[in-house]
């Protein structure tokens, strides 16, 4: 995770939709992702904290508990859940996808993302966006 966490953390700070939080979770990380997050810090009134989870509670694993851990520190209406290899493109793609969540009438979207890498090949990654509470259809 170290090789990609702050482009992921950074292109979502960048992101201009309003009164974004952006939390990142360190799920037990044995490399220098902990001391990565330490290093950013809220850019363009972007919020951001980051959460170090150091033991699963009972009952528990990874990345659902990761996820877990976010929701119960977040405060905003909608959550986006992301993972720290997938970076965002474009500065827009969040207040895209909460406008046409919108307008279409919906509480949960899962968005499918071509992704390219550091040498310019298409990646595949896979977002979920969704209010807290709702369930999917």
Request: with cysteine; charged share 25%; hydrophobic share 35%.
């Amino acid at each position: 995770e170290q090789d990609n966490i702050e482009t992921c953390v950074t292109s979502l700070l960048s992101q201009d939709y309003p009164n974004l939080e952006v939390i990142a979770i360190n799920d037990r990380s044995r490399d220098r992702t902990p001391d990565i997050l330490r290093g950013i810090t809220s850019q363009n009134g972007v919020a951001f904290k980051a959460l170090h989870v150091s033991q699963l509670r009972e009952g528990w694993f990874g990345k659902n508990n990761a996820m877990r851990e976010g929701v119960e520190h977040a405060t905003g209406e909608w959550l986006c859940f992301t993972d720290a290899d997938c970076r965002q493109i474009s500065n827009r793609t969040i207040s895209m996808a909460v406008r046409y969540a919108l307008e279409h009438h919906i509480d949960f979207l899962e968005t499918q993302l071509d992704l390219v890498d550091k040498l310019g090949l298409q990646l595949y990654s896979q977002g979920h966006m969704g209010k807290p509470g709702k369930a999917e259809d």
